[in-house]
């Protein structure tokens, strides 16, 4: 069987602060393949860029990071001295940030901005990374791409520079590519152009992308896998189309309400909501996370939960279909 | 700290002290805030009860006892600092000198603190040429250089304790101005303001009752940071002889005095100059701390 | 851009006329200048002899401009006590001074900079409270006494240095130290700040991402966004330091501008003065002026608008 490209395992997150310890990630799983796209579904505030910057080795000091495994290629992450991780950032593994605004150093040029990676990782001529941005410029769609180089980013728009970022991303042709919600910051419209950007650049060159989001609609459209977290618990995984067609932890299936389908959801009727607020997560955590907003919640579910698995398709919950089948009958 | 009852242990959320215990918390928790109070009441109250805790008359000379050694480099107890070069009792005249340096400090705060405030607040709130006149005025300001043009005016118009504070009153204004002006921005678009204006409230009522109540935080802060100014320029005019005349007990006027005999007898430098850098240092520790403590978002 | 620069230049003049009518009505502050320079055992004639030759019979604005033009020639007029013209007294202490200004925030920069941006990216280690100190120490030193602490240990105790003078480079160590001393607790704060602030940006999080490595994240990415604010108070503190170097430069005789305002002020020699605060002022607004635009073009957004 080919080995996975990222494995990652029970991956914890502890923030010391005021109070005690924030419990922010707790127990991460999956593997992602070459070539794979991985999407991680959840509110803010459940972990999930928490999660992506501790695969880039780029959490703050104060957070603990610890994990069984997380593997990149073989390299341990976890234990990488900070030169070999330097040496992966920005070559192997690339990210993508959701500010485009601010995520653009504004006393340099574009040019100067989009060879760095290339530079540092890579023994290539300026000429030649030069010539590599204007190649990736052009990739992402952006017209004029030699001039554009000599810019600044405050001279572009929102949009451009998040097409920058993503072709900074891409010099290198890294094997990884992290995109924390890429596109919250830009109009609607520019959004699924820059999404369909990413993920055709994505399948051309056989990347393995994690894309992090909480638009459901996109994840049906580009994954493979879908990660869903609740609370900085993953709470169901697996194919996109298992996660999809049966829907198995009861917050995934709350999730999947909240989008209208079109044909499906009716003119005029309103849109599901979750009720309640998610949990502190300050001090020991027990138990599911969801359960006071859960409607099928009972007392065992301040227990221990367990995981269940179907192939590949695994999620948490003392109920052994999630009450999947319970909520089908009272829709139907 | 009090845990509320709760069934669910993930909603045992740890409440938190309310706002008035965490503001006493950082309060009391601020080292530097602590020191430069304690220190500063101290002082206040050696300038206040000067006469009663003062060994000797601060003027009163004696011959005979020229420029004797502190106790602790071989002194006797009856001037325990000292005596200075024309027989002064050193405690004594230190003792007085707070009185100085606190008043030049306090009054001159408070006269630059009241034109600078109106300016600030004026330019702020109105905007438009109220706003171009105080900037401009702000930059005309800071182009004098202070202590020149300080001692200029007090030289012209002869040195007095009253006219050091006038002068350094009339000139320190410039940061209050440019803080409360930058200040009275911010506060000027929040919804209050806009709310206390639809009321009907007039104008000199948005601004006693609105706006400032809100900026009072950093006008705090710029009197102690203003006080302390006035001070360490009171002193050096002193020192150049070109401020508070003798025989009055400033300072900056002692470590004038003692240079001469500094070859032979540093310490008469060395102590006045000290007391002063105690009394600014609390006054900054004070204000600094008071920064930190009023504006949370500003701490690191 | 130019507009910029056009704007910011026009400001610089207004604010240059307006200090030097200032500085110029100080001479009717003084009461009757006539008399003052007359002397106390003039008779009356006397005084209004002089009123005639000096005009000062003529009213105030007619004087002032006659002043301005003459000014704007660089002639101030006659030194009451030197007997000299004032112009050429201060072209001949002006050197000492801008040596002492450019050595004192030289070191000012070169001790706070670096200090500023160590404390700032280990908040609250041994070395931000370190820099914290000094800072604080800073602010709240009298520079005179600074000056004379300085002179008691460095010149009387150790004899390393000359106690006052400006005859080598050695006679401006000390002075060097104590004025760039109250310079630098502005600019490690702003430094350090500035530092803390651009180091959680989202563009470091980004220069970190592509893998570069941690000097040049803090020096290429982060200090060169800090440094912009820095540059302008630097030239700020660099006016303030000029109009300041009255006090060191008596502590330590250097015979520079400061002494000379000193002594004019000392003497009543009211043309000196009025000339002395008119320069140092102009050298603010030239200082701030040419920080202004230094700034605009360090910052692209500016430079390119």
Not at chain 2, 133 to 152: D, G, S, Y
Request: overall charge neutral.
């Amino acid at each position: 069987m080919e080995k996975p490209l990222l494995s990652v395992r029970n991956l914890t997150l502890d923030i010391p602060v005021g109070g005690g310890t924030l419990h922010a990630v707790r127990g991460i799983d999956f593997d992602l393949m070459r070539g794979e796209t991985l999407c991680i579904v959840g509110e803010s505030g459940s972990g999930k860029s928490l999660t992506s910057l501790a695969l880039m080795g780029l959490l703050g000091k104060t957070i603990r990071r610890s994990a069984d495994r997380m593997d990149f290629d073989g390299t341990d992450i976890l234990t990488a001295k900070p030169r070999a991780m330097r040496a992966l950032r920005g070559d192997r593994m690339a990210m993508i940030f959701q500010e485009p605004m601010t995520s653009l150093n504004p006393a340099y040029t574009i040019g100067d901005q989009l060879t760095e990676a290339l530079l540092l990782h890579k023994s290539v001529s300026r000429e030649a990374a030069r010539d590599r941005a204007v190649e990736l410029l052009e990739k992402v769609g952006i017209t004029a791409a030699r001039s554009r180089l000599g810019q600044y980013p405050h001279q572009l728009s929102g949009g451009l520079r998040q097409r920058v970022m993503i072709a900074m991303a891409l010099m290198c042709e890294p094997e990884l590519i992290i995109a924390d919600e890429p596109t919250t910051a830009l109009d609607v419209t520019i959004q699924a152009q820059i999404l369909r950007l990413l993920y055709d650049l994505g399948r051309e060159m056989n990347m393995a992308m994690i894309l992090i989001t909480h638009d459901l609609g996109v994840v049906a459209r580009v994954a493979d896998k879908v990660a869903v977290m609740y609370a900085g618990e993953l709470v169901e995984t697996g194919p996109a189309t298992d996660v999809f067609n049966t829907p198995s932890h009861p917050y995934t299936r709350g999730l999947l309400r909240c989008i209208p389908q079109p044909g499906k959801t009716e003119r005029g009727s309103t849109l599901g909501t979750i009720p309640g607020i998610v949990p502190s997560l300050i001090g020991d955590v027990q138990g599911c996370a969801f359960r006071t907003r859960c409607p099928f919640a009972q007392a065992e579910c301040k227990a221990d939960i367990p995981r269940r698995e179907e192939g590949t398709h695994m999620f948490r919950c003392i109920h052994p279909d999630g009450k999947r089948h319970a909520e089908e009958e009272v829709t139907a | 700290m009090t845990q509320v009852e709760t069934h669910d242990p993930i909603l045992a959320e740890i409440t938190g002290p309310t706002p008035g215990q965490m503001l006493r918390k950082r309060v009391f928790g601020h080292q530097g805030l602590m020191i430069g109070v304690v220190v500063l009441v101290i002082l206040t109250l050696v300038a206040i009860f000067a006469p009663l805790l003062a060994p000797h008359d601060p003027y009163a000379q004696s011959l005979m006892t020229r420029m004797e050694p502190p106790v602790f480099l071989g002194g006797d107890w009856e001037h325990p600092l000292g005596t200075d070069h024309l027989g002064r009792d050193y405690l004594s005249r230190l003792i007085y000198g707070a009185r100085v340096s606190l008043m030049i400090g306090v009054i001159a705060a408070l006269i630059s603190g009241v034109i600078g405030t109106a300016m600030g607040v004026a330019a702020g709130y109105f905007g438009g040429r109220v706003d171009m006149v105080v900037t401009f005025l702000i930059n005309v300001r800071l182009a004098m250089p202070v202590v020149l043009v300080a001692l200029a005016v007090v030289a012209i118009l002869g040195g007095s304790l009253q006219v050091v504070i006038v002068v350094l009153g009339l000139l320190l204004w410039d940061r209050f101005a440019v803080v409360m002006r930058a200040s009275t921005l911010q506060v000027r678009g929040r919804e209050y303001v806009a709310a206390a204006r639809a009321i009907g409230a007039s104008t000199p009522r948005v601004i006693l009752s609105e706006i400032m109540p809100n900026i009072a935080n950093n006008l705090i802060v710029v009197v102690t940071l203003e006080m302390a100014h006035a001070i360490l320029l009171e002193a050096a005019l002193s020192f150049l002889g070109l401020g508070v005349q003798p025989p009055t007990p400033s300072w900056g006027l002692m470590v004038s005095e003692g240079k001469n005999m500094m070859l032979f007898e540093p310490w008469m430098v060395l102590i006045p100059g000290a007391v002063l850098f105690i009394l600014v240092l609390a006054i900054n520790l004070m204000g600094d701390g008071l920064r930190d403590v009023t504006a949370p978002e500003n701490r690191s | 851009m130019l507009l910029f620069i056009l704007k910011r230049l026009g400001l610089a003049v207004l604010v240059a006329f307006t200090v030097s009518f200032i500085s110029f009505s100080l001479l009717f502050m003084a009461g009757d200048p006539a008399a003052a320079l007359a002397g106390e055992t003039a008779s009356g004639e006397d005084i209004e002899s002089i009123r005639k030759l000096y005009g000062f019979d003529r009213p105030m604005l007619v004087q002032y401009g006659d002043w301005l033009i003459s000014a704007l020639q660089f002639n101030f007029g006659e030194s009451y006590y030197f007997r000299l013209p004032v112009s050429s007294l201060i072209v001949d202490r002006l050197g000492v001074t801008m040596t002492l200004g450019v050595c004192g925030i030289t070191f000012a920069l070169l001790t706070a900079v670096p200090l500023g941006v160590a404390a700032a990216i280990r908040p609250n280690s041994i070395i931000d409270r370190v820099a914290l100190f000094l800072s604080v120490a800073g602010q709240a030193m009298p520079s005179f006494w600074f000056g004379l602490i300085l002179i008691v240990i460095f010149a009387i105790q150790l004899g390393w240095l000359p106690p006052s003078g400006a005859s080598s480079p050695a006679h401006f160590i000390m002075p060097t130290i104590v004025l760039g001393y109250y310079a630098m607790p502005a600019i490690m704060r702003l430094t350090r700040a500035g530092m803390l602030d651009v180091l959680s940006s989202d563009y470091i999080r980004t220069a970190r991402a592509k893998g570069a490595p941690e000097g040049r994240v803090l020096f290429r990415h982060a200090l060169r966004n800090a440094i912009i604010p820095v540059v302008s108070l630097a030239a700020v503190q660099m006016g303030f330091m000029l109009g300041g170097s009255i006090v060191v430069e008596s502590i330590f005789a250097l015979h520079g501008a400061g002494f000379l305002a000193w002594e004019s002020i000392a003497r009543n020699d009211l043309p000196t003065v009025q000339a002395l605060i008119l320069v140092f002022s102009m050298f603010y607004i030239v200082f701030t002026f040419l920080a202004d635009v230094l700034n605009a073009w360090l910052d692209p957004r500016m430079r390119s608008s």
